[in-house]
T-cell receptor, first 115, second 107 residues
Framework: GAGVSQSPSNKVTEKGKDVELRCDPI?????LYWYRQRLGQGLEFLIY????????KSGLPSDRFSAERTGESVSTLTIQRTQQEDSAVYLC?????????????FGPGTRLTVT | GQNIDQPTEMTATEGAIVQINCTYQ??????LFWYQQHAGEAPTFLSY????GLEEKGRFSSFLSRSKGYSYLLLKELQMKDSASYLC????????FGSGTKLNVKP
């Protein structure tokens, strides 16, 4: 079946604007994860969903960041009033369940550039 | 984070063996992942260690020692396509990734 998909693949926005990033996980995967990766750096964990619930939102960098998931499927990461420091690749991953033994399958990412 | 440290960059020769270390200053985690990430691409899963010891998967093996606070990824019979970044991640239900080790494989 299809893998994890993300849209848009690239997004250029002006500082201060809001952006929405979308993730479509693998069908049937109940766990969904969001990460941020700045250029040349490792992955920064943002948030995960088990079903439509996010048990822990403490990884979100600021209150400008929010995420939701509906229908145990698509998830949206919203960044309000974008800042230049938000420029990064935002990666989404899914796994069959939010248990540690399950491998995460990553999408291709959305490259966000804030000018 | 959980103070996860990896060497920034390593270089090795095609056909050789290379060991990429990952040290961490934490305990009580579920397990430790290794991922491979080619430039401009998403990470792909390599291994997951729960118990101490060596797990072998073809040319790649991963080792974990909880008591000594480190893991390593061992790549044998290096190929040019192994040039990539290798990320270790500690699993606390949240996942904390190291900054990755960029491996350059030379002919």
């Amino acid at each position: 079946g299809a893998g994890v998909s993300q849209s848009p693949s690239n997004k250029v926005t002006e500082k201060g604007k809001d952006v929405e990033l979308r993730c479509d996980p693998i069908s049937g995967h109940t766990a969904l994860y969001w990460y941020r990766q700045r250029l040349g750096q490792g992955l920064e964990f943002l948030i995960y969903f088990q079903g439509n619930s996010a048990p822990d939102k403490s990884g979100l960098p600021s209150d400008r960041f929010s995420a939701e998931r509906t229908g145990e499927s698509v998830s949206t990461l919203t960044i309000q009033r974008t800042q230049q420091e938000d420029s990064a690749v935002y990666l989404c991953a899914s796994s069959p369940r939010a248990l540690s033994s399950y491998e995460q399958y990553f999408g291709p990412g959305t490259r966000l550039t804030v000018t | 984070g959980q103070n996860i440290d990896q060497p920034t960059e390593m270089t090795a020769t095609e056909g050789a063996i290379v060991q990429i270390n990952c040290t961490y200053q934490t305990s009580g985690f579920n397990g430790l992942f290794w991922y491979q990430q080619h430039a401009g691409e998403a990470p792909t899963f390599l291994s997951y260690n729960v118990l101490d010891g060596l797990e072998e998967k073809g040319r790649f093996s991963s080792f974990l020692s909880r008591s000594k606070g480190y893991s390593y990824l061992l790549l044998k019979e290096l190929q040019m396509k192994d040039s990539a970044s290798y990320l270790c991640a500690v699993d606390f239900n949240k996942f904390y990734f190291g900054s990755g080790t960029k491996l350059n494989v030379k002919p």
